[in-house]
């Protein structure tokens, strides 16, 4: 149970799920083309067992019953994404009429279950033919991201409840193609320095093509960590400035003062698009609402050794969950006080927060105090509007596999059944106010 009342939050505090197409659905056919996470996860040696996304947790065949779980929670809202491979198999061109079918149902389900849909177009299945052309290295990506984007507005557009572009576009650009942990799977420092470009140049050209479509509540979802210096000494904090700038403020930055930061731009000069300064009206285009992804803090060390900056991450102390990310809910009130003084008054919804964890009344007491954590940083400022747990369901958790589960819900991958934890009870608990 939870110490918090839904009333704490006022009355029009969205509650949600987060889940994302590759990670759920499964339902490889329809005409549904390949995206870089099916050949990343068929690649030897990128996933943890071998797992793949191939049948994942079959939300494709599924969904009436994951949407009747959303539904019996409490749940306000289902923070959802579109598969752009599912809708033009090729990238760009003809459109998918079962996969149109397929989301048609989807959302319209969600609105007879009275749940409003959020939904993001990017959730990190980039189709393959689209990655032979370079993917988020070609400065093209804009283009076809915007043609998809307007294919997903002018058929679901005015059933959405909100609509975000890209997700953590940190992990689209640099885990993806610097650190390589992603697909598709760059260890490349002029790859990312193109991606950390092209991700927001694409997003900020989407936002145009959606409201060309009249799309309402247009937004993007940042993963943000509360940085920290692992030491009180002036070389930790400098480390802890440049990790700050890689993983938070590229994106805050770019967004919302239209410039990327100065030690950034001059450590990968050599690598970035010519002229990115002119796009950056473009990456900053006015929103609607910004997303924030919160699971953890990150400790930086000074280390001569370490590359770019010579800033390391270290392990810290606290308390973590079983991918060994600390639990630090300080940091969300933080972060969302940052973000409202220095950045932006945008409405803000904490679009995921979760914890990978097997032992579930743990993760009962992160939520809670995570949900605590909220309610301080409203209280000190934050607009914030909605909470959106991650997640619905166990489910294919990227390069971690099945191995490591985030859900509400429990699912046994042999059977494909849904058994509700206790998580998923204190929810319900909070929501119907029942505690
Ligand atoms: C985020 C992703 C989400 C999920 C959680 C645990 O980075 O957006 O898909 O994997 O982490």
């Given at each position: 149970m939870f110490?918090v009342?839904?009333g704490?939050f006022g ?6 799920v987060a889940?994302a ?11 549904r083309?390949s995206?870089i996470w099916?050949?990343f996860?068929?690649?030897?040696g990128?996933i ?11 939300h494709?065949?599924?969904?009436p019953?994951?949407?009747?779980l959303?539904r ?7 923070r959802f994404s ?6 033009l198999?090729?990238?760009t061109?003809?459109?998918n009429a079962a996969?149109?079918?397929f989301?048609d149902r ?5 609105l007879?279950?009275?749940?409003k ?6 959730h990190w ?12 290295m070609?400065r093209?990506?804009?283009?076809w991201?915007a043609?998809?984007?307007a294919?997903?507005?002018h058929h ?5 409840a ?13 885990l993806?193609?610097?650190l390589?942990?992603?697909a598709?799977?760059?260890?490349d420092?002029?790859a990312?320095?193109?991606a950390m ?6 997003h900020?050209?989407?936002v145009?093509a959606?409201r060309?479509e009249?799309?309402?509540?247009v937004?993007i ?7 920290e210096a ?8 400098a480390?802890q ?5 890689l993983?938070n403020r590229?994106?805050?930055d ?6 990327y930061?100065?030690?950034?731009t001059?450590?990968?000069a ?5 002229a990115?300064?002119?796009?950056m009206?473009v990456?900053?285009r ?6 924030v992804?919160?699971?953890?803090r ?6 001569p050794?370490a590359?770019?900056?010579g800033?390391?991450?270290v ?9 060994g990310?600390?639990?630090?809910p ?5 972060l969302?006080v ?6 932006t008054k945008?409405p803000?919804y904490i ?5 990978s964890e ?6 009962v007491?992160f ?17 914030v509007?909605?909470y959106?747990?991650w997640?619905?369901l166990?489910?294919?958790?990227w390069?971690e ?14 059977t494909q059944?849904r058994?509700p934890?206790?998580?998923y009870?204190?929810?319900?608990g ?6």
């Open positions: 110490s009342d839904r704490d009355p029009g505090f969205l509650f949600g889940t197409a590759y990670q759920i659905e499964g339902g490889q056919t329809d005409g083309g995206s099916d050949s996860s068929a690649t030897p990128n943890k067992n071998g797992d793949t996304g191939r049948i994942a947790v079959d494709y065949h599924r969904w019953e994951d949407l009747d959303v019996d929670g409490g749940f306000d809202a289902y579109f598969a752009w491979p599912r809708l198999p090729e990238g061109g003809p459109v996969g149109l079918d989301y989807l959302v319209d389900g969600m007879a279950r009275g749940i849909p959020f939904a993001t177009l990017y299945d980039l189709p393959s033919p689209l990655q032979d052309r370079g993917g988020w070609n093209d990506v804009a283009g991201f043609e998809y984007a294919v997903v507005a679901f557009g005015d059933r959405l909100a609509i975000a572009t890209i997700n953590e576009p940190w992990c689209v650009a640099f993806s193609h610097y390589g942990v992603h598709p799977g760059y260890r420092l002029r990312a320095s193109r470009h092209h991700v927001l140049f694409a900020g050209t989407a145009a959606l060309a009249g799309a309402k509540n937004g979802v940042l993963n943000l960590e509360k940085s692992a030491g009180a000494g002036a070389a930790d904090r480390a400035t440049h990790g700050d700038a993983f590229w994106y805050l770019g967004l919302f003062k239209g410039r930061p100065e030690e950034l001059t450590l990968l050599p690598w970035l698009p010519e990115f300064e002119r796009d009206e990456v900053s006015p929103l609607d609402w910004l997303g992804n919160y699971y953890t990150a400790l930086y060390a000074a280390d050794a590359p770019l900056f800033s390391r991450r392990a810290g102390p606290l308390e973590k969950s079983d991918l990310w600390e639990i630090y300080q940091g969300l009130t933080d969302l940052r973000v409202a003084t220095d950045y945008l803000i679009t995921e927060n979760g914890m097997t032992d579930d009344s743990r993760r007491a939520y809670d105090a995570h949900l605590k954590a909220v309610l301080a940083a409203r209280q000190q400022g934050a607009d509007r909605g959106f747990a997640s619905l166990d489910n294919y958790e390069a596999g099945y191995a490591s589960r985030f859900g509400l819900v429990h699912v046994d991958y042999e059944r058994t934890k206790g998580s009870r204190a929810f319900q909070l929501l119907h106010n029942t505690r």
